[in-house]
C-alpha cells in the first residue's frame, strides 16, 4: 500500500478541508485519502497529516462468507471482476490484465483488498497499476519487465528530496568455524576436508576491509546447494522467489521444493505447482504427516497426540531429498543432526 504525507501551518485555513476520510492528490498524480489516527500537532505549530491511496477502500468492504472462485475456465481478470464486483460503491473497475491463468481462489470473512492481494500472490511478477485520474478509478494488473533499463528513476537536485542510508555491522562475519554433531574433542569439525584448518574465511579484500571478526556456526547439520536455510521463516511464494535466481546457475541435478504449511488444501497446492512449472522449476512437494499409534489421530506435524496425550506416533518427513519415517512407534530411526534439522523447519 502506498502512503503520503505532508503538512501545513497550524493556521491555515485550507486545514478545514484536511479532515479524515477526505481525499487528496498530490502535485496532480494519484488520489490519496486523509486517515486520522496519524494526525499530530508538532511543537513548531504545524498539523501532519498521513494518507493511504485509495486502492485502500477496497478494506471497507468484505467477501462475507465463504467463496471459491477459478479453476478451469476462469482465468486471472474473471476472479479480480468478481472481487470488484462485491463493492457496495464501484469505485474500481479492472482496466487491463496481463495474466490468463486458471487458479483456483477461496476466501472466508476477507476485505476485498486482501482478496486482491491473494490473486498476485501464485503469479510471476505481477505489479498492480491504478489510475485515478477517472472515475470509477481503473486498477490494471501487469507483469513487471525485469529486463532492460527502468524508465523511473530518483535523481538528486532533480526529484530526491532526501535519503537515508543505514549501515548495520552486526551481523558481519569474516571468519566462521563450522560445527557439526558431537562435544568437546569429538564435536565435528570441517579440518578433515579443509587442509587441516577449522575455519573458512573471507577473500583478503574483505578482510583488509573490516579485519578479522569471527564466529561459530554450531548447528549440527548444514545446508544444501542454493536452498534457502530451513529456519527462514518465509512463505512457499518468497522462497520460490528467492531460489529462482541461481536455478540456472545449477547444470547439475537440482529440485526446488518448499514445506507447504496449508493442511490438506489441495486446490492451494494445485497453484503452487503451477506457478513453479511457469517459473521452469522441478518442483518438490514436502507434506509431513504425523499418526498416532494409539487412537489413530493423525495430523500434518506433531509431538504429542492432542486427542490421546500419547507420545507413540509415527511420523514422515523428508530429509536429504527423501521420504523417510523420523519416528516410528515413539522412536526415532534418524540421527541427532537430521532431528535437530527437522526440529527447525520452517520454510523446507
Known amino acids: 500500500m502506498w502512503y503520503f504525507y505532508f503538512s501545513l501551518p497550524y493556521g491555515d485555513s485550507k486545514n478545514e478541508y484536511c479532515k479524515p476520510f477526505y481525499y487528496v492528490r498530490p502535485d496532480g498524480g494519484e488520489l490519496y485519502r486523509i486517515m486520522p489516527e496519524t494526525l499530530s500537532v508538532s511543537e513548531s505549530g504545524g498539523i501532519s497529516y498521513q494518507c493511504e491511496h485509495v486502492l485502500a477502500t477496497l478494506i471497507d468492504n468484505v467477501l462475507f462468507g465463504y467463496h471459491v472462485v477459478g479453476n478451469l475456465g476462469v482465468y486471472t481478470a ?28 477461496g476466501w472466508e470473512q476477507e476485505s476485498l483488498l486482501s482478496a486482491l492481494f491473494s490473486v498476485l500472490s501464485p503469479l510471476s511478477s505481477p505489479m498492480i497499476v491504478t ?124 529440485i526446488q521444493y518448499v514445506k507447504y504449511p496449508i493442511d490438506y488444501n489441495i486446490e492451494a497446492i494445485k497453484t503452487l505447482i503451477r506457478r513453479a512449472m511457469e517459473m521452469g522449476f522441478y518442483e518438490g512437494v514436502n507434506l509431513s504427516l504425523a499418526y498416532c499409534d494409539d487412537c489413530g489421530h493423525q495430523e500434518l506435524e506433531m509431538d504429542v497426540c492432542p486427542k490421546c496425550g500419547s507420545r507413540n506416533l509415527t511420523k514422515i518427513d523428508r530429509m536429504n531429498g527423501y521420504l523417510a519415517y523420523s519416528r516410528v512407534h515413539g522412536d526415532t530411526r534418524l540421527s541427532d543432526a537430521k532431528m535437530a534439522e527437522i526440529a527447525e523447519r520452517k520454510s523446507m
Not at 476472479?79 to 481462489?105: G, P, S
Not at 527502468?150 to 535519503?163: C, D, F
Open 78 to 105: 474473471d476472479v479480480i471482476r468478481y472481487i470488484l464486483d462485491h463493492q457496495l460503491v464501484k469505485n474500481w473497475v479492472l482496466d487491463e490484465c496481463d495474466f490468463r491463468n486458471q487458479f483456483e481462489y
Open 131 to 254: 489510475d485515478t485520474t477517472v472515475y470509477p478509478w481503473r486498477l490494471s494488473l501487469k507483469k513487471l519487465v525485469t529486463t532492460g533499463r527502468p524508465e523511473m528513476y530518483v535523481r538528486r537536485r532533480y526529484n530526491m528530496t532526501s535519503y537515508t542510508r543505514g549501515r548495520d555491522p552486526q551481523n558481519i562475519v569474516t571468519r566462521l568455524y563450522p560445527l557439526g554433531y558431537g562435544e568437546g574433542i569429538n564435536q565435528l569439525n570441517i579440518k578433515g576436508v579443509n587442509d587441516g584448518v577449522p575455519y573458512i574465511q573471507s577473500p583478503k579484500e574483505i578482510t583488509d576491509k573490516y579485519g578479522i571478526i569471527e564466529n561459530v556456526s554450531d548447528r549440527e547439520y548444514v545446508s544444501n546447494s542454493f536452498h534457502c536455510h530451513v529456519t527462514e521463516d518465509i512463505t512457499p511464494i518468497q522462497k520460490q522467489d528467492l531460489e529462482y535466481r541461481f536455478w540456472e546457475l545449477s547444470n547439475g541435478g537440482k
